[in-house]
């Protein structure tokens, strides 16, 4: 299985949002990443339902969304009515995290949980047989263009071998800094799906060629 990515359009050109999705999609894009802030789990604002309603009329492409707020389980039915494919909330936010991934299920999604770069591998342990994705987070959540946090791979190797005693299926998808320089050791430690803004949405020679420097940089191809 080749690795899946999924840009983020926390940078790209909301006054063209519709063209840089296409753009992104004709590219070779896998998923559309959608990041949710609510100014409490972190300081900045940025989008909700309706933009996730917006996109979806704009692409085909799964929509992978990851919520970065407080109580999300209350808002879970909006994004899924919205056209969200998969639905990624925050460890850090969520004393039921059981029963929230067990509700994002329920409402038709694949149901992932993010992990702070503070935040141990183990504190997913009890809740591997629920989840479809494993979302590290690689900078500290609540804007793009910051540097990876190296120290971070370590645990997605710890992640990778939770999965497997559990043999889970579930995707580990890498969040924040990511390049076509670093993406090869967090392939090598487990990761699959890769999210990226700044090296698609503000890659210098444009987001076909963002997209394509990350595709060539998957290690054995
Ligand atoms: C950060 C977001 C990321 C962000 C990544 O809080 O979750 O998805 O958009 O941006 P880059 O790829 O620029 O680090
Ligand atoms: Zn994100």
Not at 4 to 25: C, K, M, N, T, Y
Not at 96 to 118: D, E, F, M, W
Not at 136 to 149: E, K, L, T, Y
Not at 179 to 188: D, F, G, I
Request: a negative charge.
């Amino acid at each position: 299985m080749s690795i899946i990515i999924s840009p983020s359009i926390l940078s790209a050109d909301f006054a063209r949002l519709g063209d840089q999705l296409q753009q992104a999609e004709a590219a070779g894009a896998d998923w559309v990443h959608i990041d949710v802030m609510d100014g409490a789990f972190v300081p900045n604002i940025t989008m909700g339902p309706f933009i996730v309603e917006t996109v979806r009329r704009s692409t085909s492409l799964p929509l992978d969304v990851h919520l970065m707020i407080e109580h999300p389980e209350r808002h879970l039915e909006a994004f899924a009515k919205a056209g969200a494919n998969w639905l990624t909330v925050h460890v850090e936010a969520c004393p039921h995290l059981y029963a929230t991934l067990q509700a994002i299920r329920a409402l038709g999604c694949k149901a992932g949980v993010s992990l702070n770069p503070g935040t141990p591998a183990g504190s997913i342990s009890a809740v591997v047989d629920v989840l479809d994705l494993v979302l590290v987070m690689s900078v500290n959540p609540g804007a793009s263009g910051q540097r990876f946090i190296p120290s971070v791979v370590p645990k997605i190797r710890q992640v990778r071998s939770l999965l497997a005693e559990a043999a889970s299926p579930a995707v580990i998808e890498i969040d924040g800094g990511i390049t076509a320089q670093n993406l090869p050791e967090v392939y090598e430690a487990g990761c699959r799906a890769f999210v990226a803004a700044s090296s698609v949405y503000k890659f210098p020679a444009g987001i076909a060629a963002g997209i394509q420097a990350l595709r060539k940089a998957e290690p054995g191809r």
